[in-house]
């Protein structure tokens, strides 16, 4: 069974550029999420998916990031126009709350997506 | 709000060390505490929980205790290896596997021969 996957693994673009991050959760979860860590800091919850709908947005910094997740499978992260302070690692997480065998709730993470814009 | 906190890095041990890495948190109700790990290009990886008070978690040689009364889930290991050295992330999450989960700002562990 695949894990989580991200891509692209790390993208590096200049300042108000657009770059899209995208996500691809285990096979049959219903839930998505988008963190991120920036600069060394903790890690920070962004928004959570039910199937295509959005749970809760709470910690998106603000409009120039949109997220996606259209048909309820993987999910985009858009960063439009990208500032310095975007750089950081963005984690994509997912889970089922009716878990398969040998499955927990428990939210698996990706590996993330380090971006750098200069 | 809901917090974290987790001493700060880096942490150099030689090998057989005894490891702690302290982790306080603040939350309202009764949050599950984890501790994750981040090895070198790779993903976050469930460590070890506990969902209760008192409850001890334990993975790979790594235990933490959930201590309701000051708060605390620090990360014991008895002795390190080499293969240990990654980044340590404290976190926890409110109750129901759809909340979202909080972190600390990491610690990263450096385990020398």
């Known amino acids: 069974e695949a894990g989580v996957t991200q891509f692209p693994s790390h993208s590096v673009i200049e300042k108000g550029q657009t770059v899209t991050l995208r996500c691809d959760p285990i096979?049959?979860?219903?839930?998505l999420y988008w963190y991120r860590r920036v600069m060394g800091k903790e890690i920070k919850f962004l928004l959570h998916?039910?199937?295509?709908?959005?749970?809760?947005e709470s910690g998106m910094p603000n409009n120039r990031f949109l997220a996606e997740r259209t048909g309820g499978t993987y999910s985009t992260l858009k960063v439009q126009p990208a500032e310095l302070e975007d750089s950081g690692v963005y984690f994509c997480?997912?889970?089922?709350?009716?878990?398969?065998?040998?499955?927990?709730?428990?939210?698996?993470f990706g590996p993330g997506t380090r971006l750098t814009v200069t | 709000g809901d917090s974290v906190t987790q001493m700060e890095g880096p942490v150099t041990l030689s090998e057989e060390a005894f490891l702690t890495i302290n982790c306080t948190y603040t939350a309202t109700g009764y949050p599950s505490l984890f501790w994750y790990v981040q090895y070198p290009g790779e993903g976050l990886q469930l460590l070890l929980k506990a969902t209760k008070a008192d409850d001890k978690g334990s993975n790979k040689g790594f235990e933490a205790t959930y201590r309701k009364e000051t708060t605390s889930f620090h990360l014991e290991k008895g002795s390190v290896q080499v293969s240990d050295s990654a980044v340590y992330f404290c976190a926890l999450r409110l109750s129901g596997g759809y909340q979202k989960v909080t972190f600390g700002t990491g610690t990263k562990l450096q385990v020398i021969p």
């Open positions: 096979s049959g979860h219903d839930n």
């Open positions: 998916f039910v199937k295509e709908s959005k749970q809760d």
């Open positions: 997480a997912s889970n089922s709350l009716a878990p398969r065998a040998g499955e927990v709730d428990e939210q698996y």
